[in-house]
């Protein structure tokens, strides 16, 4: 694997990926980030989860002039969940810089997004309808933009934007950098990369092999407020040496450490905020036994080499098949079996059917665990500890006073009063987690890109969610002055 620290990439930036916890560049980013420095334009194919905004974000941080504060780059992605996650890995590459990246989208109040227009943004990232709206409008001037970047465009295409996307790139100057990423290729897009790309270098990534062995597979269907003491059952249960459990967001992660931890359970976070020695402080304590329960979001769990894994945990289904192969490898290492169970709300069932048909693996089924299940699953861990002292140790000096417990008591009255003080009871303390919205695949069906997740990450989850919000309708149709009629989520 090739180090960021190889590609020249300046300190600055180095900085901020070594604050986020990055050392390795993907296979995307090695060879997208050189041919991008050297000017080129570069016509990106790669599936999904593949490091893809570091690939075209750090080239077009390196061109920016900090001095000026005028727009010189800009990203257009389909979906404003997409557009603001994009900004958001921006701002955190570029954060010791001073360059700031601004999201733009429909749904958003027109004259909200000109205010903070005014502020001096040098990148905006923006979903095609609302970007034209405000070069149209002049609100967004694109004179000074050396890069531009089109971030799954085979999937502005399903969704009709193709038309927006050559005017766009018609309205920036023809002297600029033009970076494509698509995970396929379809002929329409061939045709933008022919005709307003100048020499594009072309850079493929073949798709892994995603294949789970060594991992039995597990789904619990249940509703989002029912999840986190699903969780705590599901350990009570089965107590996992060490468990890995997966969120989506930041928030989750810290969420679901502070309710486990005050409900009894060894747990720590770690997530993207987190310093990098706060973050091998919280490792070292989960490898040395000290931590029974890692929370942990994907970006921060990349790279994780834990052997003694028994369960894994997702409290959030991932959003594509291969954060879902990447993150239930944690365990079944080293010729072992575990777990992988994925917490599944009713309207994600689509989706996790999308991840078997992708990984080639059957989930099995199981049912919500419930307090009384938990509670009887604790006394058995109890019982298999008696049962193990019983067959293990020499219990004579211990006998004497058996016999005379046991001429005052009978005898299920003093095994049940030991199981009763050796088991673990969990405290009931009132947890709640911020809900999320739930993964839909009902677009990706639908499409003609056929069944592929919607995740262009970093290198973590992504949540897209609807995919008509930040653009037009792709009913919509030009009337004479080249406005759109029939429009939803511009205003």
């Not at 920016?64 to 727009?71: A, E, F, N, S």
């Not at 990148?123 to 149209?136: C, Q, S």
């Not at 531009?148 to 971030?151: I, K, P």
């Not at 406005?483 to 205003?491: A, E």
């Given at each position: 694997?090739?180090?960021?620290?190889?590609?020249?990439?300046?300190?600055?930036?180095?900085?901020?990926?070594?604050?986020?916890?990055?050392?390795?560049?993907?296979?995307?980013?090695?060879?997208?980030?050189?041919?991008?420095?050297?000017?080129?334009?570069?016509?990106?194919?790669?599936?999904?989860?593949?490091?893809?905004?570091?690939?075209?974000?750090?080239?077009?941080?390196?061109?920016?002039?900090?001095?000026?504060?005028?727009?010189?780059?800009?990203?257009?992605?389909?979906?404003?969940?997409?557009?603001i996650q994009v900004a958001e890995e921006i701002n955190r590459i570029a954060k010791f810089l001073g360059i700031r990246a601004l999201a733009i989208y429909g749904g958003q109040q027109m004259d909200r997004q000109i205010r903070a227009l005014k502020d001096g943004p040098q990148?905006?990232?923006?979903?095609?309808?609302?970007?034209?709206?405000?070069?149209?409008r002049r609100t967004i001037r694109t004179d000074h933009v050396q890069t531009?970047?089109?971030?799954e465009a085979d999937e502005m295409l399903n969704m009709g934007f193709i038309d927006d996307i050559r005017d766009i790139l018609k309205g920036i100057p023809e002297e600029r950098q033009t970076l494509l990423f698509s995970a396929t290729?379809?002929?329409?897009?061939?045709?933008?990369?022919?005709?307003?790309?100048?020499?594009?270098?072309?850079?493929?990534?073949?798709?892994?092999?995603?294949?789970?062995?060594?991992?039995?597979?597990?789904?619990?269907?249940i509703p989002e407020k029912y999840k986190f003491d699903t969780l705590n059952n599901h350990v009570d249960i089965h107590s996992p040496e060490l468990a890995i459990v997966f969120a989506r967001t930041k928030k989750?992660?810290?969420?679901?450490?502070?309710?486990?931890?005050?409900?009894?359970?060894?747990?720590?976070?770690?997530?993207?905020?987190?310093?990098?020695?706060?973050?091998?402080?919280?490792?070292?304590?989960?490898k040395n036994g000290r931590v029974d329960v890692l929370v942990a979001t994907d970006v921060a769990a990349r790279g994780l080499d834990i052997s003694g894994v028994?369960?894994?945990?997702?409290?959030?289904?991932?959003?594509?098949?291969?954060?879902?192969?990447?993150?239930?490898?944690?365990?079944?290492?080293?010729?072992?079996?575990?777990?992988?169970?994925?917490?599944?709300?009713p309207r994600e069932m689509a989706h996790l059917h999308l991840i078997e048909k992708t990984t080639k693996s059957k989930m099995k089924r199981l049912a919500p665990p419930t307090n009384q299940d938990a509670k009887r699953g604790q006394q058995q861990v109890t019982i298999e500890k008696i049962q193990k002292t019983i067959n293990e140790k020499d219990l004579s000096s211990y006998q004497e006073a058996a016999k005379d417990l046991l001429e005052d008591n009978d005898s299920i009255s003093v095994v049940a009063a030991a199981l009763s003080l050796l088991t673990k009871e969990r405290r009931d303390t009132p947890v709640r987690i911020s809900s999320v919205a739930p993964i839909s695949v009902k677009k990706a069906l639908n499409s003609k890109g056929g069944h592929r997740s919607k995740n262009k990450r970093f290198y973590g989850g992504r949540n897209q969610g609807n995919r008509n919000q930040g653009g037009r309708n792709q009913g919509g149709q030009r009337n004479r002055k080249g406005?759109?009629?029939?429009?939803?989520?511009?205003?």
């Open positions: 694997m090739t180090k960021f620290n190889e590609l020249s990439i300046s300190a600055p930036i180095m900085k901020a990926l070594e604050k986020m916890g990055f050392e390795e560049a993907t296979p995307i980013q090695t060879e997208t980030i050189p041919l991008a420095l050297a000017g080129n334009d570069v016509i990106g194919q790669a599936q999904t989860g593949t490091g893809k905004t570091a690939a075209f974000g750090i080239p077009m941080i390196e061109r920016i002039d900090t001095k000026q504060r005028k727009v010189q780059g800009l990203v257009v992605a389909p979906t404003r969940e997409l557009a990148i905006v990232v923006a979903t095609p309808g609302r970007l034209l709206d405000h070069m149209r531009a970047v089109l971030d290729m379809p002929k329409e897009i061939r045709n933008i990369a022919t005709t307003l790309m100048k020499d594009p270098k072309e850079v493929k990534i073949k798709a892994k092999e995603m294949t789970v062995e060594n991992i039995e597979q597990y789904f619990i269907e989750r992660v810290d969420e679901i450490t502070e309710g486990l931890q005050a409900r009894g359970y060894r747990a720590e976070g770690i997530h993207g905020d987190l310093t990098q020695g706060k973050r091998m402080s919280v490792l070292n304590k989960f028994t369960h894994v945990y997702n409290f959030d289904i991932p959003q594509d098949p291969e954060s879902y192969v990447h993150r239930i490898g944690r365990t079944g290492r080293a010729g072992k079996m575990g777990e992988a169970i994925s917490f599944v709300t406005n759109f009629q029939k429009r939803r989520n511009r205003d």
